[in-house]
Structures are given as structure tokens and as C-alpha cells.
């Protein structure tokens, strides 16, 4: 075998141009099969975080009528929906693989928080418990967090994300100023940040729509202290903080069951849901599956062509080489040997070219990246599966002239010279 591997690198060396023709078939094919897959996969996971965000496992579980969470700004709250009590936490704490609980009051207010004459035009107000935080994956950037004493004493203080303190106060420390919700001052004393840094891609009018909180910033308030601002009580939403990405389906599911299960209300359309995030990206991934799919088959194509190439060049070899074989045969050599030294150096070719054709799609797929602004994920599974493949297509097309080399008469053979 390493013998004829030898032997392989010397035909294949002494046939430079020949030999690089030869391969460009394979080259280009498994270099556009590695280029589409690295785009895919890295398109993939750039959907994936951009909806999970940033690792932080979080899953809200809201109050929806229909396919819609429930707005109570204008309307009315439905009787038959129960707040959620410590009971009902501690139940949702026991399910698997859920690390944190929190519930919050959310609104979008759009002119009813105020720094002097400054609105935070947009911006969301949120109503929280102690443990929002820890379940959001978000940390103080400076000042403090609520206390208990905040949410049972109805004290009438703020924390700002970092987005609402730079749009309230232009650049100043927000901590110790006074701001107005709803005409009620609020003392703000921290400031939160993200964990983990995280800046969603915005490509669509979805993506804008779903990261609208993000970029707008929020007001976080003690929960208790909601009916102050907002006149009356409102059912409160639930967030998940789980062990793995995975597990996020089946605990908001699981949680919305056990919140279900309490409520009594006439409208059948009114329950809550979970965001489903992993469902979502499973989606939108398989939008634009089809076309990728399609481009992987006409990459294939090339791929064809290219093992057609490898045949006929091969065959071509056999009628140069019909003399060496001839003498071969002639001073002992078996059919098995021939054809072995054939098939080899057919393999030796496709592999070759499938590993220049791996470097060169990684390089297109970089390149790629740059010029469109797409993210790339390199696969270490998909390249050794295109060398692998590229040996196959060697075996296969390398067989017919392989064969027909094994099977020269000898006689004949060494009468062609």
C-alpha cells in the first residue's frame, strides 16, 4: 500500500498541470459545499443567539389572549386569574432543571417617564421581584438592588438598564436622582447591565420588533409598588432561569401548565404560554432550508464532473502505461496488485483534491463573512466528511480504469509498445 501510495505521488508529480486539471473538478465542489455549510451553520447560530441572546436561559411565561400577551392599558383585567403566590414559585422551582424563578409587571409607556423635561420615549417599565436579576442574567453596575424592606415597605425606587439612563440623563450617573413615572417620583439607586455582553444582529423589522425592549431601555420598579404608578393590580408573568439552552421548552411548558392549572376564567382563549425560543429558531431555520439545500445538490454536480474527470484521466493513463503493465504482468504481477496500484492512485487524487478544496472553502467562507457581514461557523465534522467523500469518489471512478488495467492481456499489452 505504501508502495503504491509512493508511486501515486510520483504520477501525479510528474503530471503537474495534468494532475491539477484533474483535481479542479474536486476542488470546486467540495470548496462550495464547505463554504455553503460553514454559512449555514454559522447563519444558524447567529439565529439561535440572537433569540436566546446570550446564554443566559431565561424563559418568559405570559398571560395571553390568543397568540397575543395581554395589554392592560386600556383594558380591563378578567376575573378568574389569580396573582401568584409563594406557594405557586415554589412549584415552579421544583421543576427539572430550573435554577431561578422571578415574576414581573410589564408596560411599554411611551410619554410617561420623565427626567426634568427628558422622556424616555418607548421605554419600558417593569414591576419586579428580588430574584428578576439573578433569572435575567443581569448584575448592578453600580448602586444597589432591592431589598426586602423596598418591596414591603412600597418605597418608591428605581433601577435603570444601561440604555434608559443614557437616553434619561445624557451621559450622567443616574443613581440619587429623582425621576417620574407616571407623575409619581421614583428615586433611582443602581444601574444594571447584562451579564454577558450581547448586541443583537437586527436584519428584519422582526428582529427590531422583538430586541424594541432592549434598545428602548427599561425602568424596574419594586412590584409592589405597581399599583402606585398604574392605578390597580395586574397578573403577573413569569421568568425562567434554566441549567442548558435545552431544557428552556420543556420547563416553559411545564410552567405554564402548573399556571394554567389555576386559572377560571370564561374566555378559553386566555392562558398562559411560553416563549418558545428553541421553536422559533428551529423556524426560521427552516425557511431558507430548501434553497440551501438546493445549493449543496448543485455543488454536488461539480463534484460529479469532477469524478468524470478522474475517470477519463485515468483511462488515459491505463493506454500511456498499457507497456508497464504489460511487462509487469509479464514478470509476475497479480490482477489484485494492478488494480490496486490503479485504484490508489486514483484515491490519492480525489483526496488531494479534497483537502485543498477543504482549505480553499474555509478561505472562501472567511471571505464570504467579510464582504457580506454574515457570521461563518467553521464545521470539523463537514471537512472530514468532504475529504472522506472525495476518497469515495475516487474508489468509484477510479474502479473502471482500474479494472480495465487489471484485466490487459499481457501479451497484447507488451506488443503496444
Known sequence: MLENIKLSFQGIWSHKMRSFLTMLGIIIGIAAIIAIVSTIQGTNEQIEKNLI???????????????????????????????VTEDVIKELSEIDNVVSVAKYLRRQDYDGVYYLNTSLSGGYVCGIDDQYFHACGYVLKGGRGFTQEDLKGFNKVAILDENSEKALFQGDSAIGKTIEIQKEPYVVIGVVTPKEEFEPVIN?????YNYSEVRAG?????????????????????VLKTT??????KAGKEAANILNA?????????????????????????????????????????LLVGGIGVMNIMLVSVTERTSEIGLKKAIGARKNTILGQF????????????????????????????INETPVAISIPAAIFAVLFSMVIGIVFGLLPSYKAANLDPIEALRRE
Do not use: H
Open 204 to 208: 428584519t423589522i422582526e428582529d427590531y
Open 53 to 83: 441572546g446570550s446564554g443566559e436561559n431565561k424563559v418568559d411565561v405570559q398571560l395571553c389572549q390568543g397568540d397575543w400577551a395581554m395589554d392592560f392599558t386600556y383594558n380591563g383585567v378578567p376575573s378568574g386569574i389569580p396573582s
Open 343 to 370: 485504484l490508489t492512485e486514483a484515491v490519492v487524487l480525489t483526496s488531494l483534491g479534497g483537502i485543498i478544496g477543504v482549505v480553499v472553502g474555509v478561505a472562501l467562507a472567511e471571505i464570504i463573512s467579510k
Open 244 to 249: 442548558t439552552t435545552e431544557a428552556m421548552t
Open 218 to 238: 427599561s425602568v424596574y420598579i419594586p412590584n409592589t409598588t405597581w399599583p402606585i404608578v398604574y392605578s390597580f393590580d395586574e397578573p403577573e408573568n413569569i
Open 262 to 302: 389555576r386559572l377560571s376564567v370564561s374566555d378559553d382563549s386566555i392562558k398562559y404560554k411560553a416563549q418558545d425560543i428553541m421553536e422559533q429558531a428551529k423556524n426560521i431555520q427552516q425557511l431558507s432550508q430548501s434553497t440551501n439545500t438546493m445549493l449543496i445538490w448543485i455543488a454536488g454536480i461539480s
